[in-house]
């Protein structure tokens, strides 16, 4: 099980479709090894861009990071860690 914290203020004007795909891929990635997942928006990346942070306690370390990042030609979001 994981608990699953979104900090995000507003949706992305992108195609939905394609963002929450994209959340969900970000909640059930290595569903089994990190309890705790916070994504937030990311502009180091580019806009409309997150990370998602990997924890194994609810205010802990983050062990694992990964990049959910907008790719405008393609209109798809990519995965970096």
């Known amino acids: 099980m994981r608990t699953t914290t979104i900090h995000i203020d507003n949706i992305p004007d992108v195609n939905r479709l394609e963002f929450f795909k994209a959340l969900g891929y970000l909640s059930t990635w290595c569903l089994g090894s990190y ?16 990370v998602g942070c990997y924890r194994n306690e609810p205010h802990g370390e983050s062990l694992y990071c990964m990049g959910m990042v907008w790719n405008k030609d393609s209109e798809t979001y990519s995965f970096h860690s």
């Not at 705790?36 to 409309?48: H, K, P, S, V």
């Open 35 to 50: 309890p705790y997942l916070d994504i937030y928006e990311d502009r180091t990346c580019g806009e409309n861009s997150f």
